[in-house]
Nanobody, 119 residues
Framework: QVQLVESGGGLVQAGGSLRLSCTAS????????MGWYRQAPGKQRELVAD???????NYAESVKGRFTISRDNAKNTVYLQMNSLKSEDTAVYYC?????????????WGQGTQVTVSS
């Protein structure tokens, strides 16, 4: 099992910045990819950004140029730096980890952290 603990959400004005953190513990070996998803009220959960163990990154078009995902392997932590925040970024943000073993892939989720951007 993998446990994910998120922190860093909150209330910020439009144009401001926040940094989210997610620390993994437990069976962290073989975690291939970690990322952030978000879910706004009445909408489906969507990928924001993810990063592989090798450092390759992937971003949703709506956050490219504003958000940066990074990871500290020594701390088993992934970060999401969010700049130039917009009201449409308001959502619950969830940390995700994908653990790959022979013939099997497992998804793990954090509890979510609220990000609210006021206009």
């Amino acid at each position: 099992q993998v446990q994910l603990v998120e922190s860093g959400g909150g209330l910020v004005q439009a144009g401001g910045s926040l940094r989210l953190s997610c620390t993994a513990s437990g069976s962290i070996f073989s975690i291939n990819r970690m990322g952030w998803y978000r879910q706004a009220p009445g909408k489906q959960r969507e990928l924001v950004a993810d990063i592989t163990s090798g450092g390759s990154t992937n971003y949703a078009e709506s956050v490219k140029g504003r958000f940066t995902i990074s990871r500290d392997n020594a701390k088993n932590t992934v970060y999401l730096q969010m700049n130039s925040l917009k009201s449409e970024d308001t959502a619950v943000y969830y940390c995700n980890a994908v653990r790959i073993r022979p013939g099997m892939a497992s998804d793990y989720w954090g509890q979510g952290t609220q990000v609210t951007v006021s206009s």
